[in-house]
């Protein structure tokens, strides 16, 4: 038999669990979190999402990004389905790398005040050059074990 512990409250979760309408944009997005069951301990969070899409903002073409996303919780952990659906609406969203990059941080600082934050985007190249783009909150904890993001330097063919 199993046990399962569930000490943490996700009755205010509005999507996981069942079928929800993808957002067009990222402002139409809901980031959802719930308490974190275990805000006395740091541990690392990762999400990494290998098949980012957004749109140029000049052309529309569509841009690819490997965005990785460390994050040591504070007193909310981000429910993840919310975050796939946060991420999959920048597919129609018209931005640069750098703004898309910083967006992203910037949501999920104001919805789960994590204690520490990193996020590597790994853009594909546009124009022949790739655009790799890194951003940094809060402080990291002491002996917080943080692995190398695993995304090797674009190479093309060469």
Not at 3 to 30: C, E, F, H, W, Y
Not at 62 to 73: G, L, R
Request: with cysteine.
């Amino acid at each position: 038999m199993l046990d399962v512990m569930n000490d943490t409250d996700t009755s205010t979760l509005t999507q996981l669990g069942g079928r929800i309408q993808q957002p067009q944009i990222p402002k139409d997005a809901v980031l959802e979190c719930v308490p974190n069951p275990k805000p006395d301990v740091h541990y690392l969070v990762r999400f990494t999402a290998p098949e980012f899409t957004s749109l140029c903002p000049m052309t529309g073409q569509p841009d690819f990004a490997h965005i990785v996303i460390d994050y040591a919780p504070g007193p909310r952990l981000v429910e993840s389905k919310s975050l796939k659906l946060y991420l999959q609406s920048f597919r129609n969203h018209g931005d640069f790398h750098e703004a898309c990059t910083i967006s992203i941080a910037q949501r999920l600082i104001a919805a789960a005040d994590p204690i520490w934050l990193r996020i590597g985007a790994y853009w594909y190249p546009r124009g022949g050059i790739p655009i790799d783009v890194f951003f940094e909150h809060g402080q990291r904890p002491s002996g917080l074990w943080v692995p190398d993001q695993g995304v090797p330097t674009y190479r093309g063919r060469g």
